[in-house]
């Protein structure tokens, strides 16, 4: 909708633009130096592609939007850790288990970060990766489906905030806890966090074949908060960095108490060295208890299994795995250059910016530059690790993007601007606002060793001044500002669905070659699939009735069922028989208490599960508008009493009554 | 909406009276498309600490240097803020001009310094303020809050009132906070 919306203003404007031209010339009014030729750099004609993909959060929707750059047009939503009754996702039978977890179904999550898969530090465009915020956990979608994959529940983890971020050849993805808490369900006082509680980065290994995911081991660090991170890359593969804050290991009112210390710190992981210790068997394994939960592209279902244990490495017993370096004001943002050797502490409260060292880091570790320890782990000297500081950039410094030119650029949630600056000579280039409240931003290629550079996209939170009204909450936002001159210009507003965080943006040539169009039907190996109308079939097992069922243009298979009877529990079967790209069917069935509609892609089957609950003829019919005979697209099923006698039976197109076509 | 589209239209109208359009001269954006955050109509929400400042007959100096800094909108944003407010009789006790030195184009910086010494990012309420504490204020530099029967100072300044923001909270003040 709010795609046609935008569609719709663009239109106007080209005809509007035309109408200009024709006026003649008048005075230049003072408005036309500030939007000059922003609406040519974002327009994109109808009928032509977008240049790059934009993968982005959506927050507490638990989803992912797929946006088209420059136009700001939103091609998807794809559902990761929320039930979608749109697609039917965590309502079919093959996809409920996506969303299980060690506390049983979940149907929401909190969906903060994107990491696209990389090799050699540069995009690949094979998976995204997303991070659940809440009930801790992470996701691989597929970049050739766009559907979500696997989904890993992380143990020992208070919230999944410094997650999915990923190493250069994508071996591993990490997830850092936010909240430090007594591993193992331990009933201790809140006031114990000093002394119980403690944090948890999980390393979670990728197989480079098919993606599939597992905790490699879990570092147990010190108790206070884990924030964000970035591997390093080039020189600093096989490191990683997290920031952290409340090294105050305050568990009230953190809003003053953990805002004391002048430097909190950002960690530095040697991930190589932690694999050599897994390597000599020195991990302790430890009982834990989480979800694993993996789609199968040729059964077209999930399955959920329970894992029962984790291995641990506990870095205060491994102390040459983990440095601190102090970094100032509870850092947020910790991003790593395209050359890897600069990283980026960004303090959310300070009006300054550290840039570190790899090099300086190395020679401090080597030299033992240490200004003391934290829980035995050493804290190297913040002069040591420093490259240089970016003076007063702005106000609330948060998250870091690079380009391919050297330069970096820095969101400021307090000022809400986007600051441009020389990594290297840390001198402030170029500065624009942002509409308001800037969170994440994103440069296709930001945070990968080659960066695509061209646009910086804004995300940002308030927009007041922007969008029409539409009640207390307003839509989120973002920008796109072209960065292909030495100033950034903003060239376009679209608004987002849910709120934007992390996002990342991917050239359109990397991905939509790839993007398949069917499912193969002689690859079905789902166990109800009906490939074909003559295989389609209800049977009776007990109280449950399974109707493999058949769509394609414009009937179902059967669409006349009987025998069904009150405590049956109906198992609805539909495979798509259209091998044809971009036909989806759908089905629904008239109240269907706590379930939704499932929406079954070309060659697919999905399952909706029915319980009917009163005695009558009960319509079903095609959701998605699939021909000019959709509304035909529909049948009957029969419900009688409980204990009645009525024969099982099905068809399509058998007329039985004497007065059919009179 | 309407300034912003209105502005869009002038923007296109230079386009046709001939502009060259791939030229670099639509340089960044100096002034807020739309007129900015703090002129957003809105007479029902509760006030925040700009609206506060500018509701305030004793505090014109203050919102007029906050203006010439350009931080009104800044300041009109979710924050949090805890902002020490010096009123109109507070700048008066400053040596005569200095006001108006401040408010030159070219102590733009130094203006700057002086207002982000007044403000931090979060909210300290009366009732968290303990004797000696230290707050980093925005230009990184530290105030001292005292505490004594109830009396709060800042830098020995003293806080005449507060008010609650709904972004933050206001500390009226009866001297300007001068960094180092």
């Known amino acids: 909708m709010k795609t046609k919306i935008i569609y719709r203003i663009l239109s106007a404007l080209v005809v509007l633009s035309s109408l200009v031209v024709w006026q003649g010339c008048k005075p230049k009014a003072p408005g036309s130096v500030t939007m000059g030729d922003a609406a040519n750099k974002a327009f994109v004609p109808p009928g032509k592609y977008d240049e790059f993909y934009n993968i982005v959060s959506g927050g507490f929707n638990g989803q992912i939007g797929v946006y088209g750059i420059p136009s700001g047009r939103l091609f998807k939503i794809l559902p990761v850790f929320s039930v979608f009754p749109e697609s039917g996702y965590g309502y079919s039978e093959e996809t409920k288990p996506m969303l299980n977890t060690s506390h049983g179904f979940v149907p929401w999550d909190d969906l903060h970060h994107i990491a696209l898969s990389t090799t050699k530090g540069e995009h690949d465009g094979r998976w995204a990766f997303a991070n659940a915020n809440n009930t801790p956990r992470v996701a691989r979608v597929s970049m050739k489906t766009f559907r979500t994959e696997e989904i890993l529940e992380i143990p020992n983890s208070g919230g999944n905030h410094s997650s999915p971020f990923i190493t250069e050849n994508t071996e591993y993805l990490v997830a850092g806890t936010r909240f ?483 | 909406m309407k300034p912003y589209l209105l502005i869009f239209l002038i923007g296109l109208l230079a386009i046709g009276c001939g502009q060259p359009t791939t030229t670099n001269e639509s340089t960044a954006v100096a002034e807020p498309l739309g007129g900015g955050q703090s002129t957003v109509q809105d007479e029902t929400s509760e006030p925040d600490v700009v609206r506060i400042a500018v509701g305030s007959p004793d505090h014109t100096t203050l919102v007029a240097a906050l203006k010439s800094a350009k931080y009104v909108d800044a300041l009109s944003n979710a924050g949090p803020f805890t902002v020490f407010a010096p009123t109109n009789a507070a700048f008066d006790k400053l040596p005569a001009g200095t006001v108006e030195g401040l408010l030159k184009p070219e102590s733009a910086a130094a203006l700057k310094n002086i207002l982000e010494y007044h403000v931090y990012v979060g909210v300290i309420k009366e009732e968290y303020v303990q004797d000696g504490m230290t707050l980093n204020q925005v230009n990184l530099e530290n105030v001292t809050l005292n505490k004594k029967d109830g009396k709060i100072t800042v830098n020995g300044a003293n806080v005449l009132g507060v008010a609650k923001a709904s972004n933050g909270i206001v500390y009226i003040i009866d001297t300007v906070l001068l960094p180092k």
């Open chain 1, 180 to 662: 430090s808490i007594p591993m193992g369900n331990k009933d201790v006082p809140i006031s114990s966090y000093k002394e119980n509680f403690k944090g948890s980065i999980s390393f979670i290994k990728v197989n480079p074949s098919d993606g599939k995911m597992n905790i490699a081991f879990q570092l147990r660090t010190p108790g206070f908060n884990y924030d964000l991170s970035r591997a390093g890359k080039g020189p600093s593969h096989g490191w990683f960095f997290f920031s952290c804050y409340n090294t105050e290991q305050a568990y009230t009112l953190l809003e003053v108490n953990a805002s004391q210390k002048d430097k909190d710190f950002i960690m530095a992981v040697n991930w190589k060295k932690a694999e050599e210790y897994i390597a000599q068997g020195k991990g302790r394994i430890e009982k834990a208890k989480y979800a694993h939960n993996v789609y199968d592209e040729s059964t077209h279902s999930a399955t959920s299994t329970m894992q029962q244990e984790v291995t641990v490495l506990d870095v205060m017993e491994f102390p040459d795995i983990v440095y601190f370096i102090p970094c100032p004001k509870s850092p947020h943002g910790c991003d790593v250059d395209p050359s890897g050797e600069y990283i980026v502490g960004s303090g959310k409260l300070a009006a300054m910016m550290p840039v570190f060292s790899f090099t300086k880091i190395q020679k401090a570790i080597a030299n033992k530059d240490y200004e003391g320890d934290f829980s035995g782990i050493p804290v190297i000297k913040y002069e040591s690790a420093l490259h240089g500081e970016v003076k007063k950039p702005g106000l609330g410094p948060l998250h870091t993007e690079f380009d391919d030119k050297g330069n970096a650029y820095t969101s400021m949630f307090v000022s809400s601007e986007i600051v441009k600056w020389n990594v290297k000579t840390l001198e402030v280039l170029d500065r624009v606002p942002t509409y308001y409240s800037i969170g994440h931003l994103s440069v296709p290629g930001g945070p990968t060793a080659k960066p695509h550079g061209k646009y910086v996209i804004a995300y940002n939170k308030i927009t007041k001044d922007r969008y029409l009204p539409t009640g207390p909450e307003l839509t989120q936002s973002a920008q796109i500002y072209d960065i292909s001159g030495d100033k950034m210009q903003l060239i376009l507003d679209f608004p987002t669905t849910g709120e934007p965080h992390y996002a990342e943006a991917i050239p359109a040539s990397m991905v939509s070659p790839n993007s398949l169009k069917i499912y193969k039907l002689e690859e079905n190996k789902h166990p109800y699939a009906a490939i074909g109308e003559g295989q389609a079939k209800v049977v009776r097992k007990g109280n449950e009735v399974h109707v493999s069922m058949t769509a394609i243009r414009s009937h179902l298979t059967p669409d006349n069922i009987e025998g069904v009877r009150m405590g049956d529990v109906v198992y609805f079967h539909l495979t798509n028989l259209e091998q044809d790209w971009d036909v989806p069917h759908g089905f629904a069935v008239k109240g269907n208490a706590g379930n939704a509609e499932i929406l079954v892609m070309p060659g697919e089957t999905q399952t909706l599960k029915w319980t009917p609950d009163e005695v009558g003829v009960i319509p079903f019919y095609c959701t998605d508008f699939c021909s000019a005979l959709h509304q035909e697209m529909s049948g009957y099923i029969r419900v009688s009493p409980a204990g009645s006698n009525t024969p099982l039976k099905f068809s399509t197109g058998v007329i039985e009554d004497s007065n059919a076509g009179k």
